[in-house]
């Protein structure tokens, strides 16, 4: 059974940084592609960004150069490293592994001075 953890949300002031990670298990990591969605309040989930099984990123526009995800397959773990953070940037953010079609509950990020 896949198990997708998030952790790392909270309140942030804007410029500043958060870092999320989501734990897989259940899977073999190292073999799949992850993502990181996030859904703001009354708004459709958007997709974030994409690591490949060779580390390959690919980013929404909105965030390119501000936030980065990596991988680190010895702690099945996937990060969103997020600076600058914006009003905007407020959402729920998911991890999602896409080859099982499987969503983590979500970690709440708050940009608010």
């Known amino acids: 059974q896949v198990q997708l953890v998030e952790s790392g949300g909270g309140l942030v002031q804007p410029g500043g940084s958060l870092r999320l990670s989501c734990t897989a298990s259940?899977?073999?990591?190292?073999?799949?592609?992850m993502a990181w969605y996030r859904q703001a309040p009354g708004k459709q989930r958007e997709y974030v960004a994409t690591?490949?099984?060779?580390?390959?990123?690919n980013y929404t526009d909105s965030v390119k150069g501000r936030f980065t995800i990596s991988r680190d397959n010895a702690k099945n773990t996937v990060y969103l490293q997020m600076n600058s953070l914006k009003p905007d940037d407020t959402a729920v953010y998911y991890c999602?592994?896409?080859?099982?079609?499987?969503w983590g509950q979500g970690t709440q990020v708050t940009v608010s001075s």
């Open positions: 999602y592994a896409p080859s099982y079609r499987y």
């Open positions: 690591i490949s099984i060779g580390g390959i990123t």
């Open positions: 259940g899977m073999i990591f190292r073999f799949n592609g």
